[in-house]
Structures are given as C-alpha cells and as structure tokens.
C-alpha cells in the first residue's frame, strides 16, 4: 500500500462519516465506498453531492478494494459491525481496519486482526455537522490515536499529508481524551440551553443567539490563545460576593435545578480566579449556605 495516497471505505455516513469522506476527498484520496443503510441519511446525502462512491450495500468488492476500511457507526454499533464485516473477504492482510470512537479501544475490532488486519482507533477531537459542508475548522482538528503500531503509522502519515495534527495514546487514555472533549464542547451545549432557559421570552430566538454569540466567541478565543484562567470574567474572577448572593438567590427561586451547577462550576472558576484569601472565603461560605449538595 502507499500509505500517503490510500483507498478508502467507509462504513456508516453520519456526522464523522460523511465529514471525513468530504474531507479526504477534498484532500485527493479515493474512496470506493461510502455505505449508509439509513434512508432518510441516505437521501439526503444523494440530494447534495454527487457522490458515486455513495451506496447502501456493504459489499466485498468495494471492502477488497480499499486499503483503509473506516468504521464510523455509532459506538454501541462498532462490535456489531466489525464481526459482519469481518466475514466479508477470507483474509484482510495488508489492510489497516480503524474505528472513530473516543471510548473504545481497538480491541473492539479484533475480527479483523484475527484475519490479519493492523487495527486502530482514530478520534477527530471535532464536532461533526450533520451537513459535511459546515465542517468550517476540519483542516485543523487533531486526532489521537491508538492501536498496533502500523495502523498508526499509515494513519500519522496520512494527517502529516493534510497538516492535521495526530497523536498516540494508550487504550486506558481514551476516556480522558474523549471526556475533556465532552466537558469542553458537549456541556457547553447544555449550558447554551441552560442560558435560553433564564432568558425566557425576554428575546425572539434569533435575537438569543445574538445576544451571546459574541461573549462565548471572546472567551472561546481567550481560552485558546492564553487558557482558562486568562479567558475567566465575571463575578466570579471580581471576587463579588453580592453579585454571586443576588445570582444564588434567584436560582433557588426560579431555577432550583441550576442551584448545585452554579455552585459546583463556580467552585472550580473559583480555583483558577487568583482572588484574596478574604474573598475567596466569604464566596465559600455563600456557596455553602445555597447548596443542596450533601456533605460528603
């Protein structure tokens, strides 16, 4: 195999499959297939891109032909799918058999090692759209991987050609990996719903997303170019204990089941704010008076 210009296929065409099938396209690798066994999934790709390479059937030809065979189904799908797989072609030697999941080592696809295949997991740290064409930033995710050694290997060299950057971790770092992904990017989805929730009907919807867009762009911003402590504002960082009463207050009255989420996400703010000693007590004992936590 060139391990700089492989062929791929890829099974399942959701956000990650259909994403990174545009992406290596775009990059000049061929991929023979691309299998989604939705309907709905189906046709709406089929309706945006004229992609030949797009089917329905998993096949053996289209599997024989690849030198990379991609799983991108969901995780509680990935055992399922490597053992039907698997039983496609005699022999997979001289294949590498790689899954995207941020938890499941590549151990899951043994299948296909018994059958001689190098196997690895390969993780884009990303957030997929449902539409492959709003993959704005995809030229610049890392990925981590994981797996035997020449999976790896064809897999660093395939980032190191599209500029991505790449990394190896071991099986027990996936969690932590995948974990970080979901608190900084997956909980953040939460705390947006959270925000419309206080906001109310204050605002149209539209108007909503305006009015944050811009503070969540600077501290994202910050966050990246300095980290968290320099993209931490707001009371917290001020060491405003009354703002915080007033804030705590208003939750229990209003929002009691954003109580503890405030307490416990300002306690953490509050380890990286650098305020006095003086007011980082008197913010621990308003936090200790709202709570609803108990004592451990």
């Not at 994202?220 to 060491?239: F, K, M, N, V």
């Not at 996400?265 to 709202?290: D, N, Y």
Request: proline share 5%.
């Amino acid at each position: 195999m060139n391990p700089t210009m492989p062929v791929f296929s890829i099974i399942g065409a959701g956000r990650s499959g259909a994403g990174l099938a545009r992406y290596f396209v775009e990059q000049g690798f061929e991929i023979t297939a691309l299998v989604e066994k939705n309907s709905e999934r189906f046709r709406y790709l089929s309706g945006r891109f004229n992609w030949r390479f797009l089917t329905r059937q998993l096949t053996s030809d289209k599997m024989a032909a690849a030198h990379i065979v991609l799983l991108t189904v969901q995780d509680d799908l990935i055992a399922e799918t490597a053992e039907q797989t698997a039983r496609l072609l005699p022999a997979w030697i001289n294949k590498v058999v790689a899954h995207t999941s941020g938890t499941l080592p590549c151990e899951v696809l043994k299948p296909f090692r018994r059958k001689g295949a190098a196997v690895a997991s390969v993780h884009p740290v990303y957030a997929f759209a449902l539409n492959p064409e709003d993959n704005r930033q995809i030229e610049n995710v890392w990925f981590d991987l994981e797996g035997d050694s020449p999976a790896v290997t064809v897999f660093e060299q395939i980032f190191r050609s599209t500029g991505n950057p790449a990394f190896r971790i071991g099986p027990e770092q996936k969690e932590a990996v995948h974990l970080a992904s979901v608190f900084s990017a997956n909980f953040l989805v939460a705390l947006a719903e959270m925000s419309r929730d206080l906001l109310g009907n204050i605002l149209p919807e539209n108007q909503e997303k305006q009015l944050l867009h811009p503070l969540l762009t600077a501290v994202i911003e910050q966050i990246s170019l300095h980290g968290a402590a320099d993209g931490l504002t707001g009371p917290i960082q001020r060491g405003d204990a009354k703002t915080v009463q007033a804030h705590l207050k208003f939750l229990k009255n209003y929002h009691p089941e954003m109580l503890d989420i405030y307490i416990e996400l300002s306690e953490k703010l509050l380890s990286l704010s650098g305020v006095s000693s003086k007011s980082r007590s008197a913010l621990q004992q308003i936090f200790k008076q709202f709570s609803n936590r108990s004592p451990e």
